[in-house]
Every structure is written in C-alpha cells, then in structure tokens.
C-alpha cells in the first residue's frame, strides 16, 4: 500500500473514531428518557436532584422522615434502593427513601396497566387468542399459560395478570385494547394524568425495556388509583382461582378443557415457607426482573388505618427480601401512624384537583364508570349495584371463581377482615380529601 493511502486510511479512522466519541458523549436529549442501568446494586448514588412532585423533601435523596417524641425509628435492616410509606386514605406520606428515584419497575407496572385498561371491557367478553396477540411476547417473561386459538374470557385474563403476572395475558387485552402500542400511549397519558411524572412506559408488562422507569412515589399513585376500582380491588386481593386449560381429546376421543389453579406471587398475601401472611394485607403487584430486581407495592389496614408501602430493589439476596421489608416498614407505619408529620403527600390526579367529594358521593372526577368494574358495570351488565350489601361481600359473590375468594383473602389472618376492598374511602370518596 502507498503511502499516501496509508495516510488517508489513519485519517478515515481517526475521524470515525472522533465522531463516535461525539456521539457517545453528547448530552441526551430532554425528551429522551434514559436507559434504565443494568446494574441491580442499590449503593448506586441517586441523582442529586428528583422531582418534588408531592412536596420538596420527596425530591431529595436518602431517608426523609420527621422523628420526634413517640415516633418509632425507621428499621436499620431496610437495603432497598428506593422505598415509601403512605397513608392511602389522607394521602400524606409518612416517610420515603430516594422516593422519586426512576428505577426499571418490572411487573409492578402492570397496576398502571390494569389500572387504563380494566374498565374498558366486561368480565364476561370473551376473546379467541390468535398468533399475533401473542406474537410480541418478550423471551423469558413470566406467563399464566395462555394459548393460541383458546378463548377466554376478560375475568379470566385479569386473573392472569394480577395472579400469575402473565405477560401472556398483558399482550392479549393489549391487543384486544388496539395494540401494545396503543396501549402503552395510553398508559404514559395515564399516568401524566395521575402525574406520576417520573413514569416512562414502552412495554405494557413491564418487561426490561431501555428507558423504561417509573419510582416508588408514582408506583404508589398507581396503587392508590387502581384501589378506587372494584374489579380492580377484588383481582389484586384474590389468593388463588381456577384458570382455563387447553382444549385436549380425552381417553373417550372426546375434546374436553379442563382447567388448573394459579396461585398470586403476592407472598405477603399467599404466604411462603419464610414469609407469613401479613396480617390486613389486600394486595397488590409484585415484580422481578434483571434491571429492577425485585420490586412490590402492598397495601395493608389496621385498626382504621390503611397503609401503602412501595419497596423496589433491596441489596439484601435474601429470598423473598422484598416482602420482607415491606412487611417491615408497613409495622412501622401502623406504629408512626397518628405520631408522626408527614414529609409529603401523594397528590391527586389532574382532573381531580380541586374537588370536594365527601363521603357518601360517587359523583366525583374519577366516577365515570365508577364502581371501578370492568366495562363500568355491576358485572351483570345491568349497570346497577346493590348498595344494600357490602363492597367485600358482593365483590366475593360476584366473582364466580373457585379462587378461596377475596373475602378469605382479607379474612385470613387471624380471623381480622379487612375492611380495604370495600372500605368506605375507596367506595365513597373518589378522591380522598387531603388534609391541609
């Protein structure tokens, strides 16, 4: 080779070289949301600066909470990276860590995901599952056992997400929503709405994605939406059901379909061999994934108060860690409850600013298609409810399910029923009034 060819062969790489750097190095856009890291190690330093959105403490980092006289010590042994107490009814925030830190949320996502798309269709729409509703699941994702050319029906398909985590089940209402596409669209204007702006969605499951974050703050918001919902309620609090198996010849040549339990992943709800059935649990989602780790929001009551705890990414490996810091913090919060000064609240969604609901109204922002049922109906399809029995109760009766039923769910520690699936601040008040 020459060498003036030589000469302009280093000139072409260091120019490539020089250009890649440039674009290695160039300041993302602000529109860009950022890849979520790989890394699952909570001694990663959060940004210096998050959002305020719920009061100014929220956006700074590390433990924010107002100790005094009489208020319990936050526990020593709490590693997530990012967690927070609520008080689901008040909306203020009893304490928080690092609350606004945009973190990958794994499947606990799918609470903004059946929190958009629930009340669009009835529970008794069926649906016959084609190739492409499930073309676009992702490898290795957590799946209920849907399959191809079975039908089933949109009670059967929550059960799948709220139980099994199904992505599954997530694609086939995405499609049936016009699209995961469509869907996700919907999702980020959602949770725009309920401004849960440090939320960016690109898969409706919350399958690792890059840029795909949400934080323990907006996770909550997500929770706390969702449990103004009946259906809603009753999906995130149920501890086992029957779910439709395939379409299978028996020993006769007969085509039969049988059917098999799932059971919810949720253990402070189903319980494990190292974690017991908190007591006063009622859901609601769990996750885990490579970039998120293990992610949970729970929501518990006791003695009048209902609590709402969002733990994402303990550092402890200890099996079902997660759980176990929930379960923590939420003894704790019972405890501070009434003591302790909030740091923040969690604030209303958009079109719910301003509002007076009182107790005993159904009228307010959020009550279109309010009791929260899927389709906006009694389940029936008449568009009445009984206002004569309670909430639990016809939540339970309506369900259909062989499923121990969400009132076992909410009875079965102790004999304690909890009063969250039909209690009066979710039923009564579309928006809780926010104490000043």
């Not at 929770?223 to 995130?236: H, P, T």
Request: glycine fraction near 12%; hydrophobic fraction near 35%.
């Amino acid at each position: 080779m020459s060498a003036s060819k030589k000469t302009a062969k280093r000139a072409l790489l260091v120019t490539s070289a020089t250009l890649l750097s440039a674009a290695l190095t160039a300041p993302v856009p602000a529109f860009a949301a950022p890849k979520p890291t790989p890394s699952a190690s909570p001694s990663v330093t959060p940004p210096a600066k998050m959002s305020a959105v719920g009061g100014e403490r929220l956006g700074q980092a590390g433990t924010q909470v107002n100790l005094s006289d009489g208020v319990p010590v936050i526990p020593k042994d709490i590693s997530a990276r990012s967690w927070i107490v609520s008080d689901a009814e008040s909306g203020d925030v009893l304490a928080a860590h690092n609350a606004h830190w945009r973190l990958p949320p794994a499947s606990t996502l799918k609470m903004l995901f059946a929190d958009t798309v629930l009340p669009k269709f009835p529970r008794t729409l069926k649906h016959k599952v084609t190739y492409a509703d499930l073309a676009d699941v992702g490898a290795g994702s957590s799946m209920v056992g849907v399959k191809e050319k079975e039908t089933y029906t949109v009670h059967d398909l929550w059960l799948g997400v709220f139980l099994r985590s199904g992505n599954d089940a997530v694609h086939v209402l995405s499609h049936m929503n016009g699209g995961v596409a469509a869907t996700v669209k919907e999702m980020n204007e959602h949770a725009e709405e309920l401004q849960a702006l440090d939320t960016n969605v690109v898969s409706p499951d919350g399958y690792d994605e890059p840029g795909q974050v949400s934080s323990a703050y907006d996770l909550t918001l997500f929770a706390r939406s969702g449990l103004q919902k009946k259906d809603f309620r009753e999906y995130c609090s149920t501890v086992s059901a029957k779910f439709p198996g395939e379409t299978k010849k028996n020993k006769k040549g007969k085509l039969v379909r049988g059917s098999f339990e799932i059971q919810n992943t949720n253990r402070l709800l189903a319980g494990a061999s190292d974690v017991p059935v908190y007591q006063g649990i009622a859901g609601v989602k769990n996750g885990n994934t490579t970039n998120a780790g293990a992610t949970f929001t729970g929501v518990a009551e006791r003695g009048g108060k209902v609590l709402l705890v969002t733990v994402m990414n303990p550092e402890k490996s200890e099996h079902n860690e997660v759980y176990k810091e929930t379960a923590r913090l939420l003894d704790w919060g019972f405890k501070a409850a009434g003591k302790v000064q909030p740091v923040g609240e969690l604030v209303a969604p958009k079109g719910a600013e301003g509002a007076s609901a009182q107790p005993g109204s159904t009228d307010g922002p959020d009550s279109g298609s309010d009791s929260g049922e899927a389709g906006g109906g009694s389940g029936d399809g008449s568009g009445k409810g009984d206002s004569s029995a309670s909430p639990v109760t016809k939540a339970s009766a309506e369900s259909g399910t062989d499923r121990g039923g969400m009132g076992v769910a909410l009875g079965i520690t102790g004999g304690v029923v909890v009063l969250l699936a039909g209690g009066a601040f979710l039923i009564n008040r579309r928006w809780p009034l926010r104490r000043r």
